[in-house]
């Protein structure tokens, strides 16, 4: 695919991300937006804007990818991982007292979501809060210690609800 073909892909990710958000949240579709870099001075956090107001039902910076060639089993290994890479991408356009996310997919595929914190916040205690399936990953960056968790997007809502939110929503991909 050319690059004209994959920012195309990429943009239609991030606009069904940002949907499926919305719908999520219970929120009119207007509210959740894809990040807009047109002003030079304006700091962009994320591919997707989640405004302040919402931001303890939904505490993420999030990283969109819509990529070709990656597979799952090739997340579980230490060298040359691209979701590591993803993820550090995440980390460094988090804002401040949100969690860095990466959603990512490709054809044929439903859409994942890789949650990563700072493995000295991890409680390896509260396993229970995780849903199954997912799977953890071990991982550092610049001498830090990070644990990602890996869900499907309905898997993480479910998760997310569990800590944030009281009530259920059922959003499908």
Not at 73 to 90: D, R, T
Not at 109 to 138: H, K, N, Q
Request: proline share 4%; with cysteine; net charge negative.
């Amino acid at each position: 695919m050319d690059n004209k073909g994959s920012k195309s892909k990429g943009s239609a990710f991030e606009r069904k991300v940002a949907r499926l958000i919305a719908a999520y949240l219970g929120v009119d579709q207007s509210v959740i937006k894809r990040t807009q870099p047109q002003d030079p001075f304006r700091q962009i956090h994320g591919d997707i804007e989640i405004p302040e107001h919402l931001r303890d039902r939904f505490p993420y910076t999030i990283e969109n990818k819509a990529v070709e060639g990656w597979t799952l089993e090739s997340f579980m290994s230490k060298s040359n991982n691209l979701l590591i890479k993803w993820a550090e991408q995440a980390i460094d356009a988090r804002v401040a007292g949100t969690y860095a996310i990466v959603m990512f997919t490709r054809n044929y595929m439903p859409i994942f979501v890789f949650l990563v914190e700072e493995r000295d916040s991890f409680g390896m205690d509260s396993m229970d809060i995780y849903p199954t399936p997912c799977a953890f990953i071990d991982f550092d960056i610049n001498e830090k210690s990070y644990m990602g968790i890996l869900f499907t997007l309905d898997k993480f809502f479910e998760y997310n609800n569990g800590v944030f939110n009281k009530e259920q929503n059922n959003v499908k991909q």
